[in-house]
């Protein structure tokens, strides 16, 4: 596929104009703010399964794969694809730049090269240059095996705020943006930073990769949008080996 460029993807056609009426759809901002210093977390490991298990537990599955991507001063998220050899992100967090720095959940920083981006989809792939922690499970299903109403949860670096975590519950699936390209909705808070985080699901597996919010005003109002990770399987399958 190649690098297609950047775009900043705005959904303000995604619901169609009577049923979103003003609202106003918009990607997630990169926030150029410094990582915050974090408490100590426990890190104890989760051996995952496919069965889901309580929300504390599902967080302490994701959460080490989720890093920082920072670009030109500004800052989103990423996660890492296991075995960690790939990270996915946005295509609007990345810009475009050919290199970005990783920084990960341990705090250590790693460049990584841009190896594929589909800005149709918002959608990008770093290969890092070094160690950078253990990889997310992919869910095998298209859109995650999601049904309305499940419980869902993103990891990111919002407004700088390491590794955050916000849950909520899908909304809608099958939403379309003005590329025509499917979309999960969910009520979880993102914002800005979150761009190119991970939504997860109560099995630890990622789902989707949030990308962007729709909102009458500037900030989060619970209706926040993801490429579901089928997209995420079929770019990660086109990029070619090291």
Do not use: C, K, W, Y
Not at 41 to 70: F, G
């Amino acid at each position: 596929m190649g690098r297609s460029g950047t775009a900043a993807l705005a959904l303000a056609g995604l619901l169609g104009a009577g049923v979103l009426g003003g609202a106003v759809a918009t990607v997630l901002d990169q926030d150029p703010s410094p990582l915050s210093a974090d408490a100590p977390v426990d890190e104890s490991p989760i051996v995952p399964d496919d069965s889901a298990v309580p929300l504390q537990d599902a967080v302490r599955i994701a959460r080490p794969s989720v890093v920082v991507v920072r670009s030109d001063g500004s800052q989103g998220s990423g996660v890492i694809i296991n075995p960690g050899e790939l990270i996915i992100t946005n295509a609007h967090v990345v810009g475009s730049a050919d290199t970005v720095e990783i920084v990960t959940s341990d705090r250590r920083r790693v460049p990584a090269d841009v190896v594929e981006a589909d800005a149709r989809q918002d959608l990008a792939v770093l290969r890092p240059s070094g160690v950078v922690g253990p990889g997310a499970r992919l869910a095998r299903e298209p859109v995650g095996g999601l049904r309305l109403g499940d419980q869902v949860f993103a990891i990111g670096s919002p407004f700088g705020l390491h590794n955050t975590v916000t849950a909520g519950v899908v909304s809608a699936t099958g939403r379309q943006n003005r590329n025509g390209v499917p979309m999960i909705q969910t009520d979880a808070p993102i914002n800005p930073g979150n761009s190119g985080g991970g939504l997860f699901d109560l099995r630890g597996r990622l789902v989707g990769i949030p990308t962007s919010i729709a909102a009458p005003i500037r900030g989060n109002v619970g209706i926040g949008f993801a490429v579901p990770v089928g997209r995420v399987r079929a770019l990660l399958d086109s990029v070619p080996a090291p």
